[in-house]
């Protein structure tokens, strides 16, 4: 007779079984090549090479280990369908690999999320396209080749299943709705029905007035305030969006995102001369001390730093971001850069080949969606990516495509312009081509900005 299920200490794994040719974006694009290519994965092997001895590494905050455990393993009894479904709603954990958008893992993956309001992490490789309706669920990146990203990809793994288990934060963006509408009843239910609707049509001020009809109805929710302020900020008024994430922390003291946010608009503020440089420090400061994990906070800090000229400081949060982040293309070239500001050396991008290449190929990605996700910047990141690889033809076509895209304003163009800037003074006249192509750049984002609205 089998045992029990020991469902507390089981990390259940959602990912496609066998080998599987999949559709994935190449690493590096030549001309006249598709930029996908067709490759066979052996999900078996990554699943007991990298997957499961990262989560049978995991000692559970009240002692025991955590096991991995996969649908098709032989243990199982019965009926398998109804026992998949037991292990994926009462699991400890649920770890899920959405790479090659396998509809089962979509399926199981929605069923944990209704199920369960918190331990559940999703995982794709970095190279895997990620569909626009998903893109705000946080997908960690994991490689399995060769051995030496294997073992980070496990390190990572078992890092984001112990930080989880220890803090227990929802992740469901399923139940995060359902119990803002359990609080407000029908008609704060309706408001926000319509307020998601609204952001899914890109409709910034329709869905403000549906989420501060919420909000007034439900004036200690911080989630909501913070809703409203990244509405405004999509509309470019910075002055409501630091008003908006400043009562979300006022509300919600321990509310990392808000804080983060709250630094990100009072930057954005200091920038026009409409606020003082240490307001944006401190929120960011806050928020990367309620969650030193969060790479857009670490980055956002080091962009305050670097703006404010602390560019030592600077550096050391974007390698903490990247580093969290398994290599994210925004903290990542923005070392970069400090480091041939501060070196005066160029070869640092002929040094960092493979990390460039794969900054590309993610942010490829994301332009390639319809609509592209984190737009403009995954283009600009693109372009920049080009810059660096010296395919300059690339870098204008890039550039230009991300500045037409339909939420591009003139300060993301003024951004990117002087983040260019910043690189043609270290540069100098040591490296004519980049030079060249440099220049080009900027009076594109130049052009561009008379044109945009603020």
Same mark, same amino acid.
């Given at each position: 007779?089998?045992?029990?299920?020991?469902?507390?200490?089981?990390?259940?794994?959602?990912?496609?079984?066998?080998?599987?040719?999949?559709?994935?974006?190449?690493?590096?694009?030549?001309?006249?090549?598709?930029?996908?290519?067709?490759?066979?994965?052996?999900?078996?092997?990554?699943?007991?090479?990298?997957?499961?001895?990262?989560?049978?590494?995991?000692?559970?905050?009240?002692?025991?280990?955590?096991?991995?455990?996969?649908?098709?393993?032989?243990?199982?009894?019965?009926?398998?369908?109804?026992?998949?479904?037991?292990?994926?709603?009462?699991?400890?954990?649920?770890?899920?690999?959405?790479?090659?958008?396998?509809?089962?893992?979509?399926?199981?993956?929605? =069923?944990?999320?209704?199920?369960?309001?918190?331990?559940?992490?999703?995982?794709?490789?970095?190279?895997?396209?990620?569909?626009?309706?998903?893109?705000?669920?946080?997908?960690?990146?994991?490689?399995?080749?060769?051995?030496?990203?294997?073992?980070?990809?496990?390190?990572?793994?078992?890092?984001?299943?112990?930080?989880?288990?220890? =803090?227990?934060?929802?992740?469901?963006?399923?139940?995060?709705?359902?119990?803002?509408?359990?609080?407000?009843?029908?008609?704060?239910?309706?408001?926000?029905?319509?307020?998601?609707?609204?952001?899914?049509?890109?409709?910034?001020?329709?869905?403000?007035?549906?989420?501060?009809?919420?909000?007034?109805?439900?004036?200690?929710?911080?989630?909501?305030?913070?809703?409203?302020?990244?509405?405004?900020?999509?509309?470019?008024?910075?002055?409501?969006?630091?008003?908006?994430?400043?009562?979300?922390?006022?509300?919600?003291?321990?509310?990392?995102?808000?804080?983060?946010?709250?630094?990100?608009?009072?930057?954005?503020?200091?920038?026009?001369?409409?606020?003082?440089?240490?307001?944006?420090?401190?929120?960011?400061?806050?928020?990367?001390?309620?969650?030193?994990?969060?790479?857009?906070?670490?980055?956002?800090?080091?962009?305050?730093?670097?703006?404010?000229?602390?560019?030592?400081?600077?550096?050391?949060?974007?390698?903490?971001?990247?580093?969290?982040?398994?290599?994210?293309?925004?903290?990542?070239?923005?070392?970069?850069? %400090?480091?041939?500001?501060?070196?005066?050396?160029?070869?640092?991008?002929?040094?960092?080949?493979?990390?460039?290449?794969?900054?590309?190929?993610?942010?490829?990605?994301?332009?390639?969606?319809?609509?592209?996700?984190?737009?403009?910047?995954?283009?600009?990141?693109?372009?920049?990516?080009?810059?660096?690889?010296?395919?300059?033809?690339?870098?204008?076509?890039?550039?230009?495509?991300? %500045?037409?895209?339909? %939420?591009?304003?003139?300060?993301?163009?003024?951004?990117?312009?002087?983040?260019?800037?910043?690189? %043609?003074?270290?540069?100098?006249?040591?490296?004519?081509?980049?030079?060249?192509?440099? =220049?080009?750049?900027?009076?594109?984002?130049?052009?561009?900005?008379? =044109?945009?609205?603020?």
């Amino acid at each position: 007779m089998s045992s029990a299920p020991d469902y507390l200490r089981t990390c259940f794994v959602i990912m496609p079984f066998g080998k599987k040719r999949l559709t994935m974006l190449r690493r590096r694009v030549r001309r006249g090549y598709p930029d996908t290519v067709s490759k066979t994965i052996d999900f078996d092997w990554t699943y007991n090479n990298v997957f499961r001895p990262a989560i049978d590494s995991i000692e559970l905050p009240e002692g025991g280990q955590l096991s991995a455990l996969r649908a098709d393993e032989s243990f199982f009894s019965g009926i398998i369908g109804v026992e998949m479904f037991r292990y994926i709603e009462y699991s400890r954990f649920a770890v899920a690999d959405i790479t090659g958008l396998n509809p089962n893992v979509f399926f199981e993956l929605g =069923h944990r999320y209704r199920a369960r309001e918190s331990g559940t992490a999703v995982f794709r490789l970095p190279n895997a396209p990620i569909p626009f309706d998903i893109n705000q669920i946080r997908a960690f990146a994991y490689e399995y080749q060769p051995e030496a990203r294997a073992e980070e990809s496990r390190v990572l793994i078992a890092k984001v299943l112990r930080e989880s288990l220890n =803090h227990n934060r929802v992740d469901s963006p399923i139940q995060e709705a359902l119990d803002l509408q359990r609080v407000g009843g029908q008609e704060t239910e309706t408001w926000l029905v319509f307020a998601e609707n609204a952001v899914r049509m890109q409709d910034w001020n329709a869905a403000v007035q549906y989420y501060e009809r919420v909000a007034r109805a439900q004036p200690a929710n911080g989630l909501v305030r913070f809703r409203v302020g990244l509405c405004e900020r999509q509309l470019g008024r910075w002055e409501r969006a630091v008003d908006a994430f400043s009562a979300a922390v006022r509300v919600s003291p321990e509310f990392g995102e808000a804080y983060r946010e709250l630094g990100i608009a009072e930057n954005k503020l200091h920038s026009s001369g409409k606020r003082d440089v240490d307001d944006g420090l401190s929120s960011l400061r806050r928020a990367v001390e309620l969650n030193g994990d969060d790479f857009d906070a670490l980055s956002s800090l080091g962009g305050a730093l670097r703006r404010a000229g602390r560019l030592g400081e600077a550096l050391e949060y974007y390698k903490r971001a990247r580093t969290v982040s398994h290599g994210h293309p925004y903290p990542l070239l923005n070392e970069l850069k %400090l480091e041939v500001v501060l070196n005066q050396r160029l070869n640092i991008f002929r040094e960092r080949t493979f990390d460039l290449e794969r900054a590309a190929a993610f942010r490829r990605g994301q332009v390639a969606q319809n609509p592209p996700i984190d737009s403009p910047w995954s283009f600009f990141d693109l372009a920049e990516t080009h810059l660096y690889l010296g395919r300059s033809d690339r870098f204008e076509g890039t550039l230009k495509e991300g %500045l037409t895209q339909p %939420l591009t304003r003139s300060w993301q163009a003024m951004t990117f312009r002087e983040t260019l800037e910043m690189l %043609l003074g270290a540069v100098g006249d040591t490296d004519e081509e980049m030079v060249s192509t440099l =220049h080009r750049g900027i009076a594109i984002l130049k052009s561009a900005e008379a =044109h945009l609205i603020s």
